[in-house]
């Protein structure tokens, strides 16, 4: 796969949260190489702990293993003060009606399209606020 990006990369600190180790190897491979810094967890509770390292963004995976999945995860980093202006991107296989309850910004589906990937994380890393 070649990936080529003619933008300018936006820098920033993108959290992956999945448990499927393959996709979690090309969501990293992919945001990498446009230039993003990445931090990876493959569960709800590694989520929660990798979250203070205060990414500008999270692409959290719903189905994940363990007590905490990718909703209970976004609902406590929802609901936690330190954490609520990150936005989220839920990832799914299914449409679902939990996204307003998790608190979710976005959804993003699989089988997950590169180029629609790249464009949304694009947005969301643009559209952040600056740190202070
Ligand atoms: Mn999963």
Redesign the pocket.
């Known amino acids: 796969m070649s990936i080529k990006s003619t933008k300018t990369p936006i820098t920033g600190k993108i959290l992956i949260v ?3 180790l393959d996709l979690l190897s090309l969501l990293h491979r992919v945001l990498r190489a446009e230039g993003y810094e990445v931090i990876m967890a493959v569960s709800g509770e590694e989520a929660l702990g990798r979250a203070e390292e205060l990414p500008d963004l999270i692409l959290m ?5 363990g007590e905490i999945d ?1 909703l209970e995860a976004t609902r406590r980093l929802k609901a936690d003060s330190r954490f609520t202006r990150i936005p989220i991107v839920g ?1 799914t296989a299914q449409l679902m009606e939990e996204k307003a309850i998790a608190g979710f910004n976005e959804l993003l589906f699989k089988p997950i399209e590169v180029d629609h990937l790249i464009a949304i994380v694009g947005r969301w890393m643009g559209e952040r606020q600056p740190k202070n």
């Open positions: 999945e448990d499927n995976d719903i189905r994940l293993p990718g990832m």
